[in-house]
């Protein structure tokens, strides 16, 4: 999974940049559109942590999530080619949304995230729209050449999205299959990608139920409810400064704010639930490993996110919840009580297995 962090110049991008990848990055920003920063998070998961316990492994190996932090958005931005495509190459846009005061930055029409949200909206817009419209100019010509089946389904769901589009309306709020999704993945427009609004709050010495009711407060539950999009809030000063101190301390630093989770915790789950993704685990004493995959993929896609040759070869999936796996105390435990399961290449693994896969190469 990679997610492109977007918004407007001055609202803390860099910074949450730093808090999920731990990268060393300037808060001088950018010197042009065609630069970014490209970083690798790992995905904290209690769940790996307490199997690790269980088995001691030599080795943990935690998911991992790719970020791309671009430049600040914006029309003139939009037109160049490498800004471009720094964007478009992501499954999903965390837009970083100015919710603090900041005398060193001045803010002449003042705070407003909706307002923030508007703006780059209509920018991720106008750019599919150009898009669209070239693409349906080329469409019309090929179409008097020869009107082939998968032509004529493409220039039909193009002229579907320019009216959406037309009305100032991001692709993602559109109903579209599987097939639909597939005929224009190629096109990897801007409004069709899922977006989680991250609200970067002022630091206060209530900041757990601030960051708790800062959707609300900003007006964003309605934006956040449409399809495929999302919400949360950080503190960004706060986070930069637990993203550069150890665990313990960290998690003593949390609790006088309030706060029971980081900053990254929140966002990777919010990121996970909005694009449907799902962990399960590998076990054993050489190693214990999350597996980052669809949700309701099916056994024998999640034995591919493994090795190709697992899902070539697959036989059956020996799978047990992990909290079950933790509660009967050891595989031979959950094996006597009958916890452990054979199950079949079209079983839909469940966020949280723990499977063991029998092949036959």
């Avoid at 492109?4 to 042009?32: C, D, H, M, R, W």
């Avoid at 791309?68 to 499954?91: C, M, P, Y």
């Avoid at 006088?256 to 789950?269: A, C, H, M, T, V």
């Amino acid at each position: 999974m990679k997610s492109g962090i977007i918004g407007l110049p001055q609202v803390g991008k860099s910074s949450l940049f730093k808090i999920l990848t731990k990268a060393k990055v300037e808060a001088s920003g950018y010197s042009n559109p065609k630069e970014a920063h490209v970083g690798v998070a790992r995905v904290p998961d209690e769940r790996l942590d307490r199997l690790a316990e269980l088995y001691r492994p030599k080795k943990t190996v935690y998911a991992t999530v790719e970020y791309a932090d671009v430049a600040a958005i914006g029309q003139e931005a939009l037109k160049e080619s490498a800004f471009l495509t720094h964007l478009r190459d992501n499954d999903a846009l965390i837009h970083v949304l100015c919710a603090f005061e900041d005398p060193f930055i001045p803010r002449p029409q003042g705070v407003d995230p909706l307002r923030d949200i508007k703006n780059v909206e209509f920018d991720l817009i106008f750019s599919d729209l150009s898009q669209v419209e070239k693409r349906l100019e080329r469409l019309e010509k090929d179409l008097k050449r020869a009107r082939t089946p998968e032509l004529e389904r493409e220039n039909e769901l193009l002229l579907r999205f320019k009216p959406q589009l037309e009305q100032e309306k991001p692709l993602r709020e559109l109903i579209m299959s599987g097939e639909e999704k597939k005929l224009v993945r190629g096109f990897t427009f801007l409004s069709l990608k899922p977006v989680l609004y991250v609200l970067n709050i002022s630091e206060s010495a209530t900041l757990g139920a601030d960051l708790e009711a800062a959707a609300a407060k900003y007006k964003l539950e309605e934006v956040a409810a449409r399809p495929n999009a999302g919400a949360t809030a950080i503190c960004g000063k706060v986070e930069a400064e637990l993203a550069e101190i150890g665990d313990e301390e960290a998690a003593e630093f949390l609790s006088s704010y309030g706060l029971k989770e980081s900053g990254l915790r929140r966002l990777i789950r919010k990121s996970y639930d909005l694009l449907g993704l799902a962990s399960f685990f590998t076990v054993g004493e050489d190693e214990c490993r999350a597996w980052t995959i669809p949700r309701h993929s099916r056994a024998q896609e999640a034995a591919g996110a493994i090795h190709s040759d697992l899902e070539k070869h697959f036989i059956r999936a020996e799978t047990i919840h992990w909290d079950t796996l933790l509660a009967a105390g050891s595989e031979a435990a959950a094996r006597a009580q009958g916890a452990l399961r054979l199950e079949g290449k079209d079983y839909r693994v469940e966020d949280g297995d723990v499977m063991h896969i029998r092949h036959s190469g």
